[in-house]
């Protein structure tokens, strides 16, 4: 079974602090996304990853950053956390590159105060 | 960018009987299409997914199909149960990401 895990279900800060959201998995997967979710929204992509050290933005990167220094483990990083920012962040993997399903984390909800 | 419109934003059914849901997009390019279903307070899920080369797929109860031409494609789930209760996502693949739609809202009363 593909573990996909996130560091935290549920994360509060403060305007202006320096968020770190952690996602790691344990199928050896190549790819690696963030997600946020906001209600009427659906999921829309931050950034993705196919490779370590590689990094691509996906729909909406803005005010945020992400890191793969390993295989297994994608970091999300709000570098000055902002009430909009509150939102419910999912991490997904998926093995092959291109179009295949992604097996999703278990979500972090982030408030923002 | 792809564009996915989903309808209905909510949808009530008793049990037993049918639930559909129908999408759009706009990318040409667009060639995988997995559905995704979210119980409450849990990860989305995939429960079927089709490729631009199908038009139609089954898997029990749930049947997807697929109007490339259109740009349509649409979920169907027969005999519907309470466990089908969820929000339901379409989605459209490429080959570097997926695009969402917004989600179905799927309540089966008894």
């Known amino acids: 079974d593909v573990k996909v895990t996130q560091s935290s279900r549920y994360l509060v800060k403060r305007t202006g602090e320096k968020v770190f959201l952690e996602c790691v998995q344990d199928m050896d997967h190549e790819n690696m996304f963030w997600y946020r979710q906001d209600p009427g929204l659906g999921l829309r992509l931050i950034y993705f990853s196919y490779d370590v050290k590689m990094k691509e933005k996906g729909d909406i990167p803005e005010g945020y950053s992400v890191s793969r220094e390993k295989k297994e483990r994608f970091s999300l990083i709000l570098e000055s956390a902002s009430t909009n920012q509150t939102s419910m962040y999912l991490c997904?993997?998926?093995?092959?590159?291109?179009?295949?399903?992604?097996?999703f984390g278990p979500g972090t909800r982030l408030t923002v105060l | 960018g792809e564009n996915v419109e989903q309808h209905p934003s909510t949808l009530s059914v008793q049990e037993g009987d049918s639930a559909v849901i129908k999408c759009t997009y706009s990318?040409?390019?667009?060639?995988?299409f997995p559905w995704y279903k979210q119980e409450l307070g849990k990860r989305p899920q995939l429960i079927i997914d089709?490729?631009?080369?199908?038009g139609e797929k089954k898997d029990q109860r749930i049947a997807v199909t697929l109007n490339k031409t259109a740009k349509h494609f649409s979920l169907h789930i027969t005999e519907t149960q309470p466990e089908d209760s969820a929000v339901y996502f379409c989605v459209t693949g490429t080959a570097s990401k997926l695009t969402f739609g917004t989600g179905t809202r799927l309540q089966v009363t008894l």
């Open positions: 990318d040409s390019a667009s060639n995988y």
């Open positions: 089709i490729r631009s080369n199908v």
């Open positions: 997904a993997s998926s093995f092959y590159r291109g179009p295949f399903g992604q097996f």
